[in-house]
Every structure is written in structure tokens, then in C-alpha cells.
């Protein structure tokens, strides 16, 4: 898209020529008989007034294209799940259960009192809590090993607004395992989960989200797309790419068992996933980065594998 630099010089041009036009066209207006030369003259400074119209607009004002190319975009997941149930204590004593949340965003965000990014996008949540009202539902859902009390004591001193529960190893294991904190999941109005941020995002990231959970009107892109482990890592296994997982070189049967692989055997980065899984889970992860390479390396050359025994057992006895 052109500068503001490029449209406003555009634009002086552009008007420097259409007065000199127009005083052109006055002076020999009244120079040139009435008939046909006049109306000729006419004809010419009208053609190019147009001509020159058309090029402002076309150097000053962004096409279609561009300006989509520009808006920031918001990806949901096709055919989304429902949110797990699950029925617990705020640490006031108050009941939260899944069954309250039907007409309202969530954003049910997994964090703890150490985690300094978490810390981070508190006074963010505050604001849109405070923003939305009856709309939106923010429960913080605390992993931390410290005491109910203790976290209390934390949520009063931050002043949060919204209900914080401590996290029980059901709630965690039934939305699929957290592996990184923060991790805020994203839920209609309809109670279903449409995505799932890792880490620090902006206020200005969650509004949107909150305006399109909602289906108010937001100036972003909806692009939808399918599951495979960007919410729930369960789903990694219908996943057919992998960050930084080149398949390159594999023919559609050596593709399928270079991903039955990667979806059976551990990473041995602790993270206690797949290979699969910790390559969705985290992308910068070097351990499960070098696993996939390996294996997609055994595969593309035949080499033995634990798919191989015979071939195995024929490589140890020689």
C-alpha cells in the first residue's frame, strides 16, 4: 500500500494539474468562437479531469485486497468442541461450573502467581473484564503449589475482578494438559472452544477475540481452521504438518509412517508428549525439532526402526 509520504505528494501533484487544466480550459474558453472548436476543447479538458480523478483515487486510496492484506486476522477451529465440564470452588467459596456459561465469552486462562508473564497480562484481563461486564467470563485458573490463602492474598493485593480457583489435575487433564503458562482457551457464547493462546498477548489481541466470541462486529479477519493440536493436543494425531518437520523427499506411504512415528514415540525434552505433540505444544523446542528430523530421515532412507524388527535384528547380528 502506498505511503501517506507517496498519496499526499500524489495528491498535490494531482491538484496542481487540475487547476492548471481549469485555467487553461477558462482562457481559451474565452479566446475560441462558440460551435464546434469550443465543445472540442470541452470534450479534451473534461477527458483528462477524469483521467486525473482516477489517479488520485487509485494512488490515494487502498484496493480491497490490500486492506484485508492489512487487517490483523483471527483463526478459530472448524467444527469446534465443547468446552469440558467441570464444576469446582472460586477461593472465595463461590460454585463455578461450565453450566453458567452459556450467552457469555470465556477465557479461562491457566496461570500462576511465579510466572512473571502471567503476572504480566493480569492488569489487561482487569481492563476487559471491566470493559465487557455480564459479557465475558475471565476465570483464572491458578497452578499454583502454593495455598489457596496464599494465591487469595495475591488476587486481593492485584486486584483482579474476575473468580480465581486453584487448578486440580482433573480440570487440567480434562482440557488437554497445559504445558506452558500462561495458556488461555477461548469459548463462545455457544460454550464452544474456538482457540487457545500460548504465553503473552496483547489487550488489543483479546478484545478482538472477545468482539468475534461474541459476533460483534470487529475490524479483523475470521479465518477458520482445522484442529490438529493447536487446542487440543489429542487431536495432533489427525495433524499431516508439523512445525519445522520437513516431509519433503517422502512419497504418501513413507508420509503416513513418518507420522505414525511422530505420534507414537516420547520426546525426551521431559515434556512428557509425543513427538508430534511437542512439536505443536512448542515449536522452538530443539530436542523434539532434532527427533522429527531423525525420524523422517530413518524413514525417507529404509533405515531400521522399531517398524523393522527383522531388519534390526539382521543390522545387530552382522
Not at 5 to 14: E, P
Not at 28 to 33: D, F, L
Not at 203 to 215: F, H, N, Q, S, T
Amino acid at each position: 500500500m502506498p505511503s501517506r509520504n507517496t498519496n499526499r505528494a500524489v495528491l498535490w501533484t494531482a491538484g496542481a494539474l487540475t487547476l492548471s487544466l481549469v485555467a487553461f480550459a477558462a482562457a481559451y474558453a474565452t479566446r475560441t468562437p462558440r460551435g464546434a472548436m469550443r465543445s472540442a476543447v470541452r470534450g479534451v479538458v473534461q477527458s483528462a479531469l477524469r483521467s486525473v480523478t482516477r489517479s488520485v483515487l487509485a494512488a490515494a486510496l487502498p484496493t480491497a485486497a490490500q486492506t484485508a492484506q492489512q487487517q490483523p486476522v483471527i483463526y478459530f477451529v472448524k467444527n469446534p468442541a465443547p468446552a469440558p465440564a467441570f464444576q469446582t470452588k472460586d477461593l472465595s467459596g463461590k460454585p463455578l461450573s461450565t453450566a453458567d456459561w452459556k450467552g457469555k465469552a470465556v477465557l479461562l486462562n491457566f496461570w500462576a502467581t511465579w510466572c512473571p508473564p502471567c503476572r504480566d497480562e493480569i492488569p489487561s484481563l482487569i481492563a476487559l473484564q471491566r470493559k465487557y461486564g455480564n459479557r465475558l467470563l475471565i476465570i483464572g485458573m491458578s497452578e499454583d503449589e502454593d495455598s489457596p490463602e496464599d494465591v487469595l492474598k495475591f488476587v486481593q493485593r492485584m486486584g483482579i475482578n474476575y473468580p480465581v480457583a486453584m487448578a486440580t489435575q482433573q480440570i487440567v487433564s480434562a482440557w488437554g494438559g497445559v504445558e506452558a503458562l500462561p495458556t488461555t482457551f477461548l469459548i463462545d457464547s455457544q460454550g464452544r472452544v474456538m482457540g487457545k493462546h500460548r504465553g503473552l498477548h496483547s489487550v488489543e489481541e483479546y478484545d478482538r477475540d472477545i468482539k468475534a466470541l461474541l459476533g460483534d462486529p470487529v475490524d479483523a479477519r475470521i479465518e477458520t481452521i482445522a484442529d490438529q493440536g493447536q487446542v487440543f493436543l489429542k487431536n495432533a494425531a489427525s495433524a499431516t504438518e508439523l512445525p519445522d518437520v520437513d516431509f519433503t523427499g517422502l512419497n504418501a506411504d513413507q508420509k503416513k509412517r513418518a507420522l505414525h512415528r511422530l505420534n507414537a514415540e516420547p520426546c525426551t525434552c521431559g515434556c512428557k508428549l509425543t513427538v508430534a505433540q511437542c512439536r505443536l505444544n512448542d515449536s522452538t523446542c530443539p530436542t523434539s525439532k532434532a527427533l522429527a528430523a531423525k525420524i523422517v530421515k530413518e524413514v525417507a532412507t529404509n533405515a531400521a526402526t522399531p517398524e523393522n524388527p527383522a531388519k534390526v535384528k539382521s543390522l545387530t547380528a552382522n
